[in-house]
């Protein structure tokens, strides 16, 4: 199985901040990479697939990078509205799916 | 509307069966996996396996094999997260997602809360 690794666990940051956080496969996972956002008491919502691709209707503020085992999220001015925990999903289509453990952005 | 909506919490006893739903609408339901993912109280998300509707197929987690079952019931759009005997520790929010076949899990459920309490 692929496990994702993200850091940092847990960030605090302020806003109008630029933060990154990383996710790593245990295996390359070419670009099948997702990042979700989760508020508290709410299902997910994805922000980013296939690495870099922005959801529909989702800021231009949020920006993800990377292939193969290193990937990351770049969100590049902190909003109120962006204090939430992220997760990254693998997805590649010859393994079963997993996710990151979670980081918590917090003020 | 794209949407999965999920069945309403449920709390059970240890050793009791439970199923909950994911009914979809405005997509073809048979176009796309549906997964399911647990989250427990506090905790991060687990994927636990998904379905195929077009033929019932499926992959689970090895955390969660041979505990749940999914299942699919196309003629009216819903799949199911099924036990035949809970645990305390399936205490959890259970979602359920569209698979899209290129942008993750891009459609989510409002989840169902399972408690399981003596």
């Known amino acids: 199985d692929i496990q994702m690794t993200q850091s940092p666990s847990s960030l605090s940051a302020s806003v109008g901040d630029r933060v990154t956080i990383t996710c790593r496969a245990s295996q390359s996972i070419t670009r099948w990479l997702a990042w979700y956002q989760q508020k508290p008491g709410k299902a997910p919502k994805l922000l980013i697939y296939?690495?870099?691709i922005l959801e529909s209707g989702v800021p231009s503020r949020f920006s993800g990078s990377g292939s193969g085992t290193e990937f990351t999220l770049t969100i590049s001015s902190l909003q109120p509205d962006d204090f939430a925990t992220y997760y990254c999903q693998q997805y590649n289509r010859y393994s079963l799916y997993s996710f990151g453990q979670g980081t918590k952005l917090e003020i | 509307e794209v949407q999965l909506v999920q069945s309403g919490a449920d709390v059970k006893k240890p050793g009791e069966s439970l199923r909950i739903s994911c009914q979809g609408s405005g997509y073809n339901f048979n176009n796309s996996f549906i997964t399911w993912v647990r989250q427990v109280p506090g905790k991060g998300l687990e994927w636990m396996g998904r379905?195929?509707?077009?033929?019932?197929?499926?992959n689970y987690s090895p955390s969660f094999q041979g505990h749940v079952t999914i299942l699919v019931d196309k003629s009216i759009n819903t799949a199911y997260l099924q036990w035949s005997s809970l645990k305390p520790s399936d205490i959890a929010i259970y979602y359920c997602?569209?698979?899209?076949?290129?942008?993750?899990?891009?459609?989510w459920g409002q989840g169902t809360s399972v408690t399981v309490s003596s």
């Open positions: 997602a569209r698979q899209s076949a290129v942008a993750g899990l891009d459609v």
């Open positions: 296939k690495a870099s």
């Open positions: 379905i195929d509707p077009s033929d019932s197929s499926t």
